[in-house]
């Protein structure tokens, strides 16, 4: 690629997201690579602000505004971490990122996906991740892991997550070449490797690039 890696994670709350974030950003360092890790919703002053808004509002909040804001709050994380970390050579690991407006919203919500896509890329001024890994999982196992009281979100009924999880899939198979699907029920070592192996030829092009 011309320039750094730009992968994001998604799927249900419950996946692993976090923790496999965590941990892929600590193996592309030690394949020399200096990394951004950041999420989606938040990671700038306004984004944090949305962040709240859109996961601890009590209110009613109609489905198109839902989307803009998640919108809004990702254009901002593009212009002030994403866009100028890529642009210093450096490599992004996001906790979700566009995907998640086009599922949660779109497949789930009933809003029309492909202009969820459309605006979503007006948003990022056309950035989108290099490679999206989607952890899948059974719904009931997802929320049994939830460690936390649950937000706004999450507290819709398992009829809105079945929609959801379905529609990263139907995304997947709609998009292979940037979006991929790992059984979540696996060990989370063994999610971490096929994940570094999805990237490794990735790695080997930019290492070289640098030498």
Not at 59 to 77: D, I, K, N, Y
Not at 164 to 177: K, M, Q, S
Not at 197 to 207: M, N, P, S
Request: proline letters at 3%.
């Amino acid at each position: 690629m011309a320039r750094p890696a730009f992968i994001a994670l998604d799927g249900l709350d419950g996946a692993g997201k976090s923790t496999q974030c965590r941990l892929l950003g600590d193996w592309l360092r030690t394949r020399g690579f200096d990394v951004v890790q950041c999420a989606d919703p938040g990671g700038t002053e306004i984004g944090d602000v949305l962040r709240k808004l859109l996961l601890e509002h009590r209110g009613h909040m109609t489905l198109p505004c839902e989307a803009m804001l998640f919108m809004a709050s990702r254009a901002q994380l593009v212009a002030e971490i994403i866009r100028p970390a890529l642009d210093a050579g450096k490599a992004i690991v996001c906790d979700r990122f566009l995907l998640a407006n086009v599922v949660y919203q779109g497949h789930a919500g009933g809003l029309d996906a492909q202009t969820l896509w459309d605006i979503g890329l007006l948003a990022t001024s056309g950035l989108e991740p290099d490679l999206t890994f989607v952890l899948d999982l059974p719904i009931d196992i997802a929320q049994s892991r939830r460690k936390v009281e649950a937000d706004r979100m999450e507290r819709r009924d398992g009829g809105y997550f079945a929609k959801v999880r379905e529609g990263f899939l139907a995304e997947a198979r709609r998009r292979p070449e940037r979006i991929r699907v790992i059984d979540a029920t696996l060990a989370t070592d063994a999610i971490q490797s096929i994940m570094r192996t999805a990237l490794a030829g990735l790695c080997e092009r930019e290492t070289a690039s640098k030498r």
